[in-house]
């Protein structure tokens, strides 16, 4: 099997650019060179929503599902990334429109947040009715090349939206060299046990 | 495209079983609830080589490659499981010998190591001659159900024979439930900078 492969995840370091740039967040590496048997072993310690990771349910709403129940054919299957470089401020319903985005798709946003290594206060967003537009579709998830899906709306409805319709929220990507399209997608998150969202891997396949 | 997917990978918690049962190697999370938004975030720690990890060459070898620079197209292709449950403490050459391996292949060992949630210290091997036939070989990379790939041996020349020859190792991983077969191989490590190995998710789909 002949295919191209594109790696959409962000280089996690210890100097990533982190949600509202708060040092806190920063991804934290110890190290140990062992001089008796020439090994190394290191220990880390970040957020799980550092770089490229998904988004479970209970990150936003209280009784919401953990990250390691997502099931496995939502991880896996087509994607089409949409060109919305044009885009400066908000995703609307108006932008997504015209794709005539199919029931059962991932649906990523390259946008200006691609070209961007530090934390943008002004990134794009998904606006509210993109989120239920979204939803009524019934796309399987949305995966932006922001920190987050959304910003400046009180009580985050674009993420409570999307969890309350089983949409999928993918945070994080780096799409600047994938060109608009559909592909096979591998979603590949940290299968952590009983909390609300997964550092991933992710991979765009072109058969 | 229509396949069926099994996720090979461990499942990650503060109760994992670690290399040497060392109560330092556990994961600790730290989840805390927003009461005043109703969100939920964690900050998680762990060792690098828990649950289903890659090794990069600086694990072992000291000018050796890191985790980020494995190029993608060793990340996926084809895989072989192989069934070595009738083994007890080593895989040897003559062991392998059988399967004709080929190269450019994954090799998957599935032994009674996929049956045990608990560390156990006499777990089943790659012995170093087996490591040198499969690096003779030529194989894209070695995945065991074991948290190691070798035990017993000084100087872990297991390990430091495929690393030298640009064989990827592979541990940690679930097979229990696969069938021995050809499958196509996802393997999904987290992209971290600069250091030894990462925690990953791997898939074996079948067509």
Known sequence: MSFKIYDISMLISEDIQVWDNEESR???????????????????CLDVHTGTHLDAPLHMLADGATIETIPLHDLHGTARVLDLMHINEEITRSDLEPFAIQ???????KTRNSLSEIYEFDFVYLKEDG??????LGVKGVGTDALGIERSQDLFPTHR???RNNVLILEGLRLDVVPAGTYFFILAPLKLKGIEAAPARAFLLKM
């Open 161 to 163: 939206t999307l969890m």
């Open 131 to 136: 989120a239920k537009y979204l939803a009524e």
């Open 26 to 44: 920063k991804p934290k590496f110890n190290t140990i060179h062992h001089a008796v048997t020439g090994t190394t072993e290191s220990r880390i």
């Open 103 to 109: 029931h059962g798709e991932w649906i990523l946003f």
